[in-house]
């Protein structure tokens, strides 16, 4: 039946299929990647995604958005989707992240820990809570009681990503994939409290969808 399914949109026998994923920002570089071989190995079957924070894209499945796949970057914001009655089976773990400190190349201000994003002339940005790399930072804070005054509290790790690698900030909380995509446009500082906040990634097919089997 798949190989007939697949024949006919090879054909123009039938539309080609297409799924959408809603998916954490921190995922954009490897399920972009992942999503080219997958239309190779599904021929005629198309991928859209909606890359965003976490807590946002589930605010939209539980206000009614529609999508076949969410990917989340926490199990805080998968299990408000859960709560909604809006996944057609259990979620299942597949990565884990922890944050790391970026700040331009070469490190111009110095940062070596996570105390050093208390100093009073660095302009450091972090994600807003209950955005899972906001939640994050909040939990780290809180076990090293080392507590941040950001000059701002971006959506998405993204949007933290992006203040430091256009010199709008001195330095940002981001995760070690978002630092290692990013490449010779930042520095990264490791920091052992890190260890402390290890966000779990979930994903799972949603009730309404589309085709469910290729989801």
Do not use: W
Request: aromatic share 6%; with cysteine; net charge negative.
């Amino acid at each position: 039946l798949v190989a007939a399914g697949l024949s006919g949109c090879g054909s123009g026998g039938e539309a080609p299929s297409t799924i959408t994923v809603f998916a954490a920002a921190s995922l954009q570089p490897a399920f972009t990647e992942i999503a080219e071989q997958f239309k190779t190995d599904h021929p005629g079957t198309g991928v859209e995604f909606d890359f965003a924070g976490s807590s946002a894209l589930a605010t939209q499945l539980t206000e009614g958005a529609s999508a076949d796949v969410f990917a989340a970057a926490d199990t805080a914001q998968m299990a408000k989707v859960s709560d909604a009655g809006l996944l057609s089976g259990d979620p299942v773990d597949f990565a884990s992240n922890t944050l790391v400190i970026v700040t331009a190349p070469d490190n111009p201000k110095h940062v070596t820990s996570f105390a050093d994003l208390t100093r009073p002339e660095l302009n450091v940005v972090i994600c807003q809570v209950p955005v899972p790399c906001g939640a994050a930072a909040q939990q780290i804070e809180d076990n090293a009681n080392v507590h941040l005054n950001p000059a701002s509290e971006e959506p998405s790790v993204t949007d933290v990503l992006n203040k430091v690698t256009s010199g709008q900030a001195d330095a940002g909380l981001v995760y070690v994939t978002d630092a290692l995509s990013a490449g010779d446009k930042v520095a990264t500082v490791p920091f052992p409290e890190s260890a402390d906040a290890v966000n779990v990634y979930p994903i799972a097919v949603l009730k309404k969808a589309s085709d469910a089997s290729l989801a």
